[in-house]
């Protein structure tokens, strides 16, 4: 079984500053993809970025990072140069890399950007 | 990456009836998934859809409410059956990023359809 764990419910900001999500998991797969989507109120899911459980390094897509703690069991999303678009709802989730394919989600983090 | 539509957009329906929701992915894919989002919630797997046979539901969700079909590698059906107005919520269709048929380590989602049960 996964569980994902998102530990605030809200989050706020100042446009232009930097803003870190946080995201626990729990699993007993040995191989696992980690993903963050962004939630705007139009209510689509927003593919971010993906971290593979054995990827050497913290991926990145342009203002986004992601920093992966294996040993804490920790993936936490980490936003640059925060903008008002970026206003919306994250989602922490993960799967199994090899077995089901279903993503697991987290409850999520509501960010708000202040002008 | 993949391009999913899905079909409608929004509706809103009378407490009894029932509602088809299209999902089209611009490319073959082996799976597809249907999520539920009810208001203020995260999303919770309804099925998983191979094509060429049965889906597979999860706990808490049944065939005669959450029939799907899966005609090809190309495109998906939900019907939400008998509706209340506890099925009010997004419901999503879901592909991993393709390559041809091979699933990558990305995963895809369709715009969504927002279902409001009077």
């Known amino acids: 079984a996964q569980k994902i764990t998102q530990t605030q419910p809200g989050m706020f900001v100042q446009e232009k500053e930097a803003v870190t999500l946080d995201c626990t998991y729990d699993t007993s797969d040995q191989s696992y993809g980690l993903f963050w989507y962004k939630q705007p109120s139009s209510g689509e899911m927003i593919f971010l970025i993906y971290?593979?459980?054995?990827?050497?390094q913290n991926a990145t897509e342009g203002r986004y990072s992601l920093n992966f703690q294996k040993a804490r069991k920790s993936a936490n999303l980490v936003i640059s140069a925060s903008q008002l678009g970026d206003s919306a709802m994250y989602f922490c989730a993960m799967r199994a890399r090899y077995s089901a394919r279903q993503l697991t989600f987290g409850s999520g983090t509501q960010l708000t950007v202040l002008p | 990456s993949a391009v999913i539509s899905q079909k409608p957009s929004r509706d809103i329906c009378q407490r009894g009836t029932s509602l088809t929701i299209q999902c089209q992915v611009d490319?073959?894919?082996?799976?597809m998934f249907w999520y539920r989002q009810q208001p203020g919630q995260s999303l919770t797997l309804i099925a998983t859809?191979?094509?060429?046979?049965?889906?597979?539901?999860e706990s808490g969700f049944v065939i005669d409410k959450f029939p799907i079909s899966r005609p090809n590698l190309t495109f998906s059906t939900l019907t939400v059956s008998n509706m209340s107005p506890e099925d009010s919520s997004i419901y999503l269709c879901s592909v991993d990023g393709t390559s041809g048929v091979t699933s990558t380590d990305t995963q895809y989602f369709g715009p969504g359809t927002r279902l409001t049960v009077l």
């Open positions: 490319s073959q894919v082996t799976m």
């Open positions: 859809a191979n094509q060429g046979s049965e889906a597979t539901y």
């Open positions: 971290q593979g459980s054995y990827d050497e």
